[in-house]
């Protein structure tokens, strides 16, 4: 964990996830490929507290914010996957780490939104 909290650039992360959520993707080369999958396992990284801080300040019985806890225990779990042995299975954790990116950028900005 760093040290200081730095607020996380939602664009930035969207950006990053966005080739590999791509209806049409075509597989980057291998050294790419890893390249995001370490800067996707960074914005999870960082996107994890963050969306971890929001949900402390929301109703124990409020459904976003369960929503929201539950998807940060799949990232944990997503963050514990191995890279792979192939280039399928390669493509395979980084679109899985891409989806999870966008999933706590979405419940941070939708916890945000929430009175």
Do not use: F, W, Y
């Amino acid at each position: 964990m760093k040290a200081a909290q730095q607020p996380v650039d939602i664009a930035t992360v969207r950006a990053t996830a966005r080739p590999l959520l791509a209806a049409d993707l075509k597989p980057p080369a291998a050294d790419e490929l890893a390249k995001v999958t370490a800067t996707l396992r960074d914005h999870i990284a960082d996107l994890i507290p963050a969306v971890e801080a929001i949900t402390r300040t929301l109703p124990a019985d409020d459904v976003p914010r369960a929503c929201a806890l539950a998807c940060i225990g799949e990232a944990r779990m997503r963050l514990r996957l191995g890279d792979g042995d192939t280039e399928p299975v390669r493509l395979s954790v980084a679109v899985r780490l891409a989806r999870t990116a966008n999933a706590l950028a979405d419940h941070q900005q939708t916890l945000r939104r929430t009175p």
